[in-house]
C-alpha cells in the first residue's frame, strides 16, 4: 500500500505541518516555533481537522516547555509548581480559543491542566511536573494513530457483517469532508475506516463530497486517496441525493468534531444533508470518532458552539490557475461572488440529529441505539 500524506512531523523538539491550504498542488511544510504560531496555524486552516488540531496544540505546549527547560537561566515561573500554573494556564487558554467546535481542542487543554493539578496536589517538584507535561502533550498526539486504527476495524468489520450477511460483495462508502491522515495524526477516523475496508479487498469505491466552500474533500481526501490508491469516485454537494438514486452505496461514514450526549453529531459543513437523504435511502450513516470527540457536559446537538467563519471564505475559491504552464504550479484565490456581496451565511459546521445515526464507532466499539430508541446513551462507553 502506498504511504499516507503525513500532517504533522516531529524530529526532536522541532514541529512542522504541511500548509493545507496550499494542498493538493503544492506540499510545503512550515515551521510550528511556537503555541502562537501553532494557534495561526490552527485559526487560519494551515491544519485542520478535529484530532489534527488538537495534536497540534499540545505538540507546540510540549516543545514550549522544553525549550524552557533549556534556557540558561532557567525562566523564573519554572521555579515553583504556583509559577508553572501560573505561566501555563494562559497559554493553554489561548491555544483551546483557536477554534470552537472540535471538542478534542477543549479536552487536550483541559487534560494538561488536569495532569498540572494533580501533580501540584501530590506536591511534585517542578522539573518533574514540566517533564511530565511535556509527555503529556506529546502523548496527546502519539495516542491518535493506534486508535484510529482500532476504530476503523470495528466499523469496517461492522459494516461488512451488516452490508453482507448471505451475498458478499464489496462495498461503496460515501463520505464527507477530510477525515484521513490530514486532519489526525495518522490513517484518520471515516477515511480510515474506508481504507481498512480497501485494505482487507472489500471496498469497491469510497465517494467523497467536494465539500464547499473550503474543499476538503476535493483538495485533501481526493490527494489522500490518489496516494493511498483507493477506487474512488468525487461528486458535488449537491449531488447526494443524485448518487443515491443512481448507484448502490452501501454507507455513508463521517467524522466528528463533537458529539453530545446523546449522540448528536457536529461534524462539517453538508453532513446532515447527507444524513438525511442517506435516511431516506436507508442507507446506514455512521459516524466515526474518536472517544475524546464525545462531550458528555453536552446534552444534546442543540448546546454544540457552531463556528463561524469569516463571510469572505464563502466567496472564494482557492486553487491553481488552470491549464497549468508547464510544471510551473501557480496558486490563486478567485472569487465566485459579487464583490461586496452582503448576507453571507457560512457556519462551518452543522449537526446531524442523533436520530439519523445508525452507528457510532469509536476505538472502543459500535455504539447502537437501542431498539425504537431515538438517540444514544454515551455515558457507558466515554
Ligand atoms: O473545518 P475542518 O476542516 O477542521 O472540519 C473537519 C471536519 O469536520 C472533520 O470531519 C472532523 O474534524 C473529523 S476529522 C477526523
Known sequence: MA????????????????????????????????????????????????????????????????????????PEFLATAEGIRGHVYPILDYLYT???????????????????????????????????????GKLVSDEDLGRNKAMAKWGGDWLINRAQPSSPKTLNVLTVCNTGSLATSGYGTALGL????????????????????????????????????IPSVMICDTMVG??????????????????????????????????VIAARHNIPFIVVAPIST???????????????????????????????????????QVMITPTGLEGIYNPSFDVTPAELITAIVTEKGVAVKKDGEKTFDLTPIV
Open 194 to 229: 474506508i481504507t481498512y475496508l480497501h485494505e482487507v479487498g472489500q471496498l469497491d469505491k469510497a465517494y467523497f463530497t467536494q465539500t464547499t466552500p473550503y474543499h476538503q474533500g476535493s483538495r485533501l481526501t481526493a490527494l489522500e486517496l490518489k496516494t493511498l490508491q
Open 242 to 275: 443524485s448518487l443515491f438514486q443512481h448507484f448502490p452505496i452501501h454507507a455513508v461514514a463521517v467524522g466528528a468534531d463533537r458529539i453530545a450526549r446523546n449522540g448528536d453529531t457536529a461534524n462539517k459543513i453538508g453532513t446532515y444533508n447527507a444524513a
Open 294 to 332: 464525545v462531550d458528555l457536559d453536552i446534552e444534546s446537538g442543540e448546546k454544540i458552539p457552531i463556528e463561524q467563519r469569516p463571510a469572505l471564505e464563502a466567496c472564494l475559491v482557492r486553487g491553481a490557475i488552470y491549464p497549468p504552464q508547464g510544471d510551473k504550479v501557480e496558486q490563486a
Open 3 to 74: 504511504s499516507a500524506l503525513i500532517s504533522i512531523r516531529v524530529e526532536g523538539d522541532k514541529i512542522e505541518i504541511v500548509d493545507q491550504l496550499l494542498l493538493p498542488h503544492v506540499t510545503r511544510y512550515i515551521e510550528i516555533n511556537s503555541p502562537e504560531d501553532a494557534h495561526d496555524a490552527i485559526k487560519t486552516m494551515k491544519i485542520r481537522g478535529a484530532p489534527a488540531i488538537a495534536s497540534l496544540a499540545s505538540l507546540s505546549f510540549s516543545r514550549y516547555l522544553t525549550r524552557a527547560l533549556h534556557q540558561v537561566p532557567l
Open 98 to 136: 483557536a477554534r470552537p467546535t472540535a471538542v478534542n481542542l477543549g479536552n487536550a487543554t483541559r487534560r494538561l491542566k488536569k495532569l498540572l493539578e494533580d501533580l501540584i496536589a501530590a506536591k511534585e517538584e517542578p522539573k518533574a511536573i514540566v517533564d511530565a507535561l511535556i509527555a503529556e
